[in-house]
Nanobody, 118 residues
Framework: QVQLVESGGGLVQAGGSLRLSCAAS????????MGWFRQAPGKEREFVAT???????YYADSVKGRFTISRDNAKNTVYLQMNSLKPEDTAVYYC????????????WGQGTQVTVSS
């Protein structure tokens, strides 16, 4: 398994931007597909974006065109650049490591809070 630690969350006004980072431990980071998920209060956790080891990407319709997932295998880090943020993007954001872009995702971080004010 890989250990994951998210950072970069915070409070931002609607229309603003944030970049989340997820640092991974372990020597096999580059072989994992990585994903970002989020969970808003009172809601189920939902998929946000995923990136393969070869940097193919896939996004939820709700964030397509606003969010960008990327990875730096030399730094064992995956990023989520979030632009044009909306209040409905408010959630705890989690990164996860999986065997494929479709999962399963077996390793999860502790989450980072993103709050978008209107």
């Amino acid at each position: 398994q890989v250990q994951l630690v998210e950072s970069g969350g915070g409070l931002v006004q609607a229309g603003g931007s944030l970049r989340l980072s997820c640092a991974a431990s372990g020597r096999t980071f580059s072989s994992y597909a990585m994903g970002w998920f989020r969970q808003a209060p009172g809601k189920e956790r939902e998929f946000v974006a995923t990136i393969s080891w070869s940097r193919n990407t896939y996004y939820a319709d709700s964030v397509k065109g606003r969010f960008t997932i990327s990875r730096d295998n030399a730094k064992n880090t995956v990023y989520l650049q979030m632009n044009s943020l909306k209040p409905e993007d408010t959630a705890v954001y989690y990164c996860a490591a999986g065997t494929t872009m479709q999962g399963p995702f077996g390793s999860w971080g502790q989450g980072t809070q993103v709050t978008v004010s209107s």
